[in-house]
């Protein structure tokens, strides 16, 4: 919980470029937990230079930081999003990247959340419109538990090591 209330502040997010800056405004604004629910992380940002660091930077703050990844779609990550995967092998104990079940196929929105109360919350994949959300614990708390639900429906998509023989 929170030591200091503060209120929530919530601002609607349009366009590709703004999309990706929220995205890091929630990224810096955890302290314990990232949770993501996309696609396939096509879009957003998620392979460049500065997520990636942002992400690192999170995760070296304390050993008990998780992000938790659900997609649609994970064929594509090592191919799309090769630093996701470094971090997943530097991190194998802080993060779980799972691929929806059939079950959870028809859920077309996507959103990112650090600790059930700040969020992204975008409405479908296929449009940028998307609402922003710092100290919403009411907004967080309901997409928080949605997530839970997604991922209730969900099996293993990557691996932290890839072994061959």
Request: proline share 4%; charged share 25%.
């Amino acid at each position: 919980m929170q030591d200091t209330l503060e209120e929530a502040t919530l601002k609607p997010v349009s366009g590709v470029a703004e999309l990706s800056m929220a995205i890091d405004e929630v990224i810096s604004a955890a302290t314990r937990r990232i949770v993501i629910f996309d696609r396939d992380l096509a879009e957003g940002g998620y392979n460049s230079s500065l997520r990636f660091n942002r992400l690192k930077v999170f995760l070296l703050a304390n050993r008990r930081n998780r992000i938790d990844i659900a997609l649609h779609k994970s064929e594509n990550l090592e191919r799309d999003c090769p630093r996701i995967m470094i971090l997943m092998r530097q991190f194998p104990h802080a993060i779980s990247i799972q691929r929806t079940l059939p079950e959870a196929q028809r859920v077309q929105d996507a959103f990112i959340i650090a600790d059930s109360i700040h969020y992204l919350h975008r409405f479908h994949f296929d449009h940028p419109r998307a609402r922003l959300a710092f100290h919403d614990e009411s907004g967080g708390g309901l997409l928080q538990r949605r997530f839970d639900e997604i991922w209730g429906y969900t099996e293993p998509a990557a691996a932290a090591t890839v072994l061959g023989l």
